[in-house]
């Protein structure tokens, strides 16, 4: 993804139709209180937090989490594309064009 408006069609394209569908066949187990934020709202707090864009928004935000005192690995969903053949380019681009980014920025500060 090169800008913030793939990131943005990837996921109200792709990401939020799973989540309205998950969303419907869910059944919750354990009450919690409120409501779950609709599919929508969850789409839009991936857009907001997540390593989804741009690769410096997403070496910015890897790094701001690795930046937390005690984390020192971090998961990533690359499936959220949908196709094979989007995942691995996913996949590529974060090996080639992220996590190098990410180490370089790291090891350049000190150790907490």
């Known amino acids: 993804m090169r800008s913030h408006e793939q990131a943005r069609d990837l996921v109200h394209g792709t990401v939020v ?8 066949e869910y059944v919750m187990l354990e009450e919690r209180a409120g409501d779950q934020p609709p ?3 969850m ?14 928004l997403c070496v910015e935000r890897i790094a ?6 005690g984390v020192s690995r971090v998961l990533l969903h690359v499936e959220s594309a949908g196709e094979p053949d989007a995942v691995m380019a996913n996949l ?7 996590v190098p980014r990410v180490r370089a920025n790291s090891a350049s500060r000190p150790r907490r």
């Open 43 to 56: 789409g839009e707090l991936l857009l907001a937090t997540q390593a989804i864009g741009p690769v410096k």
């Open 64 to 69: 701001t989490r690795l930046a937390v005192p």
């Open 92 to 98: 590529d681009r974060l090996a080639i064009d992220v």
């Open 39 to 41: 599919p929508e709202a």
């Open 17 to 24: 139709p799973f989540f309205t569908r998950a969303h419907a």
